[in-house]
């Protein structure tokens, strides 16, 4: 292979910085935006399987203290025990510092009497794709990405098979979508194998960013205790 000239390395960091700039920019129009449900009037409701939610947004920084105490008791019922089986430390002060962070997004489904039945905790992020040139290629990957990146997907122990999470992860596609975002990425702990059947479901597959077991534990002993899955949403060209 020709080794690449001074100029022409010069123009391909110039570019790279510059999609860089575009991607940013586009991500800070999006977190500007306060009423994102406002263009999906269609799914502000679902009626199905004997449920009937009605599905709003806030950012994390708006939550109320009862939104927020909700959020944190659903979040401690489905997730308490999973952390424990992982061997992860179990920190609600770093956790909710995580959830009610002001770059935090939410969509949050309740019913009639303001109940909460489940949420998402989602954000717009830029994800760096730490691989190489030809990983990257092979993948069809940019050295970054824009992604919805799912941080939480959390339901009421009586919504479960009830089709309530699938619209909520469908609302993601579509807000990255809308947003001409690259996918939605999310990260599900190893021990919950519903959490990953469910995903795989819905089409969702492992990111190639995802280490293995292995490559932790020949590293530093640690074990990574979650999987990196992600839906590719670009438009194929």
Not at 165 to 189: C, H, I, N, W, Y
Request: net charge neutral; hydrophobic share 40%; proline share 3%.
């Amino acid at each position: 292979m020709p080794a690449i000239s001074k100029s022409e390395k010069k123009l391909k960091q110039k570019a790279a910085q510059d999609e860089v700039l575009a991607l940013q920019a586009a991500l800070k129009a999006v977190n500007q935006e306060q009423d994102i449900l406002q263009h999906f009037p269609a799914f502000l409701s679902y009626n199905k399987n004997d449920v009937a939610a009605t599905i709003s947004f806030s950012h994390g920084s708006n939550l109320t203290q009862q939104q927020k105490d909700a959020l944190w008791s659903l979040f401690e019922t489905n997730m308490k025990d999973i952390y424990t089986a992982d061997q992860q430390k179990w920190n609600p002060g770093a956790k909710k510092r995580e959830l009610f962070h002001e770059d935090a997004r939410y969509l949050l489904a309740s019913d009639a009497e303001g109940q909460l039945l489940g949420y998402t905790h989602f954000r717009f992020e830029l994800e760096d794709n730490l691989l190489s040139d030809d990983e990257l290629q092979l993948h069809r990957l940019g050295r970054h990405s824009s992604v919805v990146y799912c941080y939480e997907l959390q339901l009421a122990p009586a919504m479960h098979r009830k089709g309530l999470g699938r619209r909520l992860m469908q609302m993601l596609e579509l807000l990255a979508l809308k947003f001409s975002m690259d996918m939605v990425l999310l990260t599900v702990q190893r021990s919950n194998s519903a959490a990953q059947a469910f995903y795989e479901r819905l089409g969702y597959r492992q990111h190639p960013t995802c280490p293995a077991r292995n490559d932790f534990e020949d590293f530093d002993g640690t074990d990574p205790g979650h999987r990196i899955l992600f839906k590719d949403l670009r438009r194929k060209s």
